[in-house]
């Protein structure tokens, strides 16, 4: 029988992918819907990387999920090369070795002694450091840097003894020699092969990225159909993976945060780096007949193109992939509507596969057309980079043999966007039923940067169900035999380690502290640091792994104006929203009273700082993402936070940027200042009855607790417009039970969250009471968050108390029905004295100074306090004119000018105070400046009229003595306390009488 004049027939495969050594067990594996997915083995990335590891970290990784190969067995002596010489290859090289001979062996090329003089091979693999360049590189410049740093720390070795500690050290790398020295580069693997089994035809590699191989394969039917050759080897490989290409993916956060790959899956958080290799053997479809040979299926065509300048390089886009498809299909006669699966590059991002999903229904059709069927051989295997697409093409070319499709893994819950396309992801072995699914397949394998290959199969059109060959062994276990090792030894510390103990009974002075790990460690982060600038050339496969799409950028610049796209809730996953915000006491004149600052209400409002809310900063954002989608409803907020307080002190204009992480939900980011995701929806969710039912905390650990004016008093900063607590019912051991209502401030109700949270830590803990909001993981809305009207009912449940921070998860119902639900709000816990939070809280009622006598006052550091402190109490003491006094000098000259301000403006505020029950002036009221002979003079309130001061500050130390008459002691803030003169006698009754009842006060409170 003969085929098209442009058929290809692949008559051969061979590959070794994760948990599959050959075709055999790969297809078994595919079947049966095994994962191949594991942890990191120790030997390819040591534990110690994941260990605390985080998104962005380089040498600390969150995801240790992965695909990974097995061991190959290698018989050097049989490709003609010497075991001594194997040992310094790049394992890449002898691994291609290995797999063209078996995908040689299975498609008959042995037994039927075809000739391979016209032979080409065309592999696809990235330009990434390999095993034995990187080895060199730990050769050469640890090498180097070991005797640099012998010399630096043990001057007394000579040249010959330190020459000889690094060449031994190099000796246990590995083997780099003339012999090997073609090993160690990338290029020269197809070069090595091509040479072994005398292949006449072109050989070359080629790096497309993630379409590399596919690209291979098109360069290998082209060469095929030119008659360059007359049979041609094809394949792609991503082998050995390392620290150092770890941290690329883990940088950029790509992979997956919960170690699981769900190729078009609302759960898909990412891909899961896979290694792999697999080898093609083709011929044109008419000779692979006339030689009888098995053939797996036919190539009808291939295809490839640029995204050109329609999006970012960075982004993928459906337009260029939809060209991409249309050139491919148009080399052929065949109906594209008759399509029966399609192979898809299916990688797990959001981005990417929606934009591959928008791609498949603008080619192939929407819903209304015939079901087909899709899947992605990643959710088995990981994305094997330059080798995902021949793994795709191995896959299917199996499947059409076969007429079985086996199942994509993870995909439970298919992308919303399917619904609307003729596409269904395979969820079990299904039986290719050609009435219902033509057996017509395609694939696709799309590269970082805008590369697109496309490729259509056909079964060959008789017998296909000759059982499988599996593939001959061309590595037999003997003497000779050797395992590759894939392992990058950047990080291996034994060879260094070996080379010192070798040195230690010699003349060799060797420090203990150079064996300690610590040490090592400095060496070869160095050295790692270097081959990770190198591999930072491979910058274009980052830019492609990022999940922000410039595909459509929607710009509302002022923030009276709603975006046509936010009208309709017409954004897709990666649109980008830009718009302006803006907040100031114009149009917020409530946030006077959320200022972190009490001063009397003449003072200029350089000096009051009120700051928008937390709580105000989250729901304006809510709104944002409710005017974008205003049929939809506000569901959830996720992973939101604050960075700083927004001040109001001038208007506030900054940049909001969001992007759409799905179709219903942004990510807003208020660079510097806030960040969260928010999420829309249609309805509502139901209510879990854990929720629902009484809450019970056990029993008060407090007998009285304190009123709503007393709160507001001493335990929080908020003025009448954010009072928004009713009653504190109940404060236990876990948690807290509250009334509470909005009052004008927009946030009151919401600030809530932090507030009695921070209320709570007040008296349930004995350390570190100050709180302030930082995060908060989730809050799920069941009715709508406008809809703030009546009281509420607070319940708060304490769930982890850290020493720097304090948890807790919130209940809000109204009538008995649940509002919303707060899971993980945390607090950042602060430890300041009970003195000044006392001047923070109330600076009209407490000073910070010692009080000696009745007009002698002494205030000097306090080792307790940190600098966020000293901020406070600047922020309390110092006005507009001494602020820019403060900011000019050196930072301890500015704290002892604090402190030295301190001091005398709570002396004068002291001694000015009649009688207990008088209320004193605020500290920023008094002024000091000095007349043309430096002498110290106070000025401010009317109060202050007439009295006098006299300083002494010796470092950060400051007592000052107030009158209103003659002054004893000295006016100079260079002289030793001592100099002052006299200390009055113990205090009088009057003040004993006054401590007394302070320290009764303070005991109420406690």
Not at 206 to 230: N, R
Not at 723 to 746: D, N, P
């Amino acid at each position: 029988m003969t085929g098209g004049k442009n058929d290809i027939a692949i008559v051969g495969m061979s590959c070794h992918f994760p948990g599959a050594n050959n075709i055999r067990e790969f297809w078994n594996n595919l079947c049966n819907g095994v994962s191949s997915i594991t942890d990191t083995p120790d030997d390819r990335i040591p534990p110690s990387f994941f260990a605390n590891g985080g998104k962005t970290e380089i040498d600390r990784f969150y995801c240790r999920k992965g695909g990974f190969i097995n061991p190959i067995t290698f018989n050097p002596i049989e490709y003609g090369i010497l075991p001594i010489a194997a040992e310094g290859i790049d394992p890449e090289h002898l691994a291609s070795l290995y797999l063209v001979k078996e995908a040689l062996t299975d498609a008959g090329v042995y037994e039927k002694n075809i000739p391979l003089q016209d032979c080409a091979f065309i592999l696809g693999k990235g330009n990434y450091i390999g095993v034995a360049s990187q080895r060199v590189g730990e050769m050469i410049l640890v090498g180097d840097w070991l005797q640099k740093l012998l010399k630096n720390l043990h001057p007394e070795m000579g040249d010959d003894e330190i020459d000889r500690l690094k060449k031994d050290f190099q000796s246990q790398v590995g083997r780099f020699q003339a012999d090997t020295a073609a090993g160690a580069m990338p290029n020269m693997i197809v070069s090595l092969t091509a040479n072994k089994f005398n292949l006449r035809g072109p050989a070359y590699t080629i790096d497309a990225a993630c379409a590399s191989s596919m690209l291979a394969v098109e360069q290998a039917c082209s060469l095929l159909l030119s008659s360059s050759c007359d049979i041609a080897l094809a394949g792609g490989m991503h082998l050995g993976q390392g620290a150092s290409f770890w941290s690329v993916f883990n940088v950029i956060g790509a992979m997956s945060y919960k170690g699981k790959i769900s190729p078009f899956s609302e759960d898909a958080d990412g891909v899961l780096v896979g290694e792999g290799a697999g080898i093609v053997v083709l011929k044109k479809l008419d000779k692979a007949i006339a030689d009888n040979d098995r053939i797996y299926a036919v190539i009808k065509a291939c295809g490839s193109g640029s995204d050109g300048s329609d999006v970012s390089v960075m982004a993928p886009s459906s337009k260029g992939q939809v060209e991409t498809l249309e050139k491919t299909w148009r080399k052929t006669q065949m109906d594209a509507t008759k399509i029966g699966y399609v192979e898809t590059h299916g990688t797990a991002t959001q981005v990417g596969d929606r934009t591959e999903i928008a791609t498949l229904t603008d080619f192939f059709g929407d819903n209304t057309a015939p079901s087909a069927l899709l899947g992605s051989v990643k959710s088995n295997i990981g994305h094997t980079m330059p080798a995902a697409g021949i793994a795709g093409l191995i896959k299917t070319a199996l499947a059409l043999y076969h007429k079985k499709i086996p199942p994509t893994l993870n995909c439970e819950k298919p992308l919303k966007a399917m619904h609307s396309s003729r596409f269904i992801p395979v969820q079990q072995l299904t039986d290719w039923d050609e009435e219902k699914y033509p057996l017509v397949a395609a694939i696709n394998a799309f590269g970082f940067g805008g590369i697109n290959t496309h490729a259509i199969l056909t079964p060959y059109a008789v017998e296909t169900n000759q059982a499988m060959v599996s593939p001959a062994s061309s590595a037999e276990k003997s003497k000779m035999s050797i395992t590759l090792d894939f392992t990058h030894k950047t990080f291996n510390y034994s060879p260094l380690k070996s080379a010192i103990d070798k040195n230690k009974n010699g003349s060799v002075p060797i420090a203990p502290a150079f064996i300690d790990d610590e040490v090592d460690d400095v060496i070869l982060q160095e050295a790692n640091n270097n081959l990770r600038a190198i591999a930072a050339l491979q910058e274009n496969m980052m830019n492609w792994y990022k999940t922000k799409s410039t595909k459509r950028i929607i710009k509302d610049t002022s923030n009276k104006k709603q975006s046509k796209a936010g009208s309709t809730h017409s954004q897709k996953t990666g649109d980008t929203i830009e718009k302006m915000l803006y907040f100031n006491l114009d149009e917020h004149p409530y946030l006077i009273d959320h200022s972190v600052v009490r001063q009397s209400a003449d003072r200029p409002m350089e000096e009051m700082n009120p700051v928008v809310p937390f709580s105000m900063t989250l729901e304006t954002l809510c709104e944002e993402v409710v005017e974008l989608a205003p049929d939809k409803k506000l569901l959830q907020v996720n992973n939101a936070g604050v960075m700083k307080w927004i001040s109001v002190r001038e208007p506030f204009v900054e940049k909001l940027t969001g992007v759409w992480k799905t179709d219903d939900t942004i990510a807003w980011n208020l660079p510097g200042f806030a960040f969260g995701d928010f999420t829309v929806g249609n309805a509502f969710p139901a209510v879990p009855e854990e929720y629902a039912r009484q809450i019970d905390l056990g029993d008060s650990i407090a007998p009285s607790v304190p009123n709503k004016e007393r709160i507001y008093q001493f335990f929080l900063f908020h003025g009448p417009k954010y009072h928004s607590i009713i009653e504190v019912k109940k404060l236990t051991k876990t948690g807290l039970q509250a009334t509470i209502r909005k009052s004008e401030g927009k946030g009151s109700l919401t600030d809530n969250f932090g507030g009695l949270l921070g209320m709570w830590c007040y008296f349930g803990l004995k350390e570190h009471q100050t709180t302030f909001p930082m995060s908060v993981d989730e809050i799920t809305f069941y009715q709508d968050f406008r809809d703030q009207a009546g009281v509420f009912e607070y319940n708060l449940m304490i769930t982890d108390i850290k020493p720097q921070e304090l948890i807790g998860n919130i209940i809000i119902k109204r009538d008995g029905k649940v509002w919303c639900v707060v899971k993980g709000f945390h607090n950042r816990r602060l430890e300041y004295p009970r003195s000044m939070m006392n001047v923070v809280m109330r600076p009209k009622q407490f000073i910070l100074a010692e009080q000696l006598s009745d007009n002698i006052f002494r205030y000097y550091k306090d080792p307790k306090l940190n600098i966020s402190a000293y901020d406070f109490l600047y922020e309390r003491y110092l006005n507009t004119k001494e602020r820019k006094h403060f900011n000019s000098l050196y930072p301890n000259q500015a704290r002892d000018y604090l402190i030295s301000q301190i001091a005398l403006k709570d002396g004068v505020r002291k001694f000015l105070q009649k009688s207990e029950e008088d209320e004193m002036i605020y500290p920023i009221e008094v002024s000091v400046e000095h007349d043309e002979q430096g002498k110290h003079f106070v000025s401010g309130h009317s109060k202050v009229k007439g009295v006098k001061v006299s300083i002494s500050q010796n470092g950060s130390e400051t007592t000052v003595i107030v009158s209103n008459g003659a002054l004893i002691g000295v006016n100079r803030v260079d002289l030793a306390i001592e100099k002052i003169g006299k200390i009055p006698p113990p205090l009088s009754r009057r003040k004993n009488r006054y401590l007394a009842r302070k320290r009764a006060f303070s005991a109420e409170l406690n």
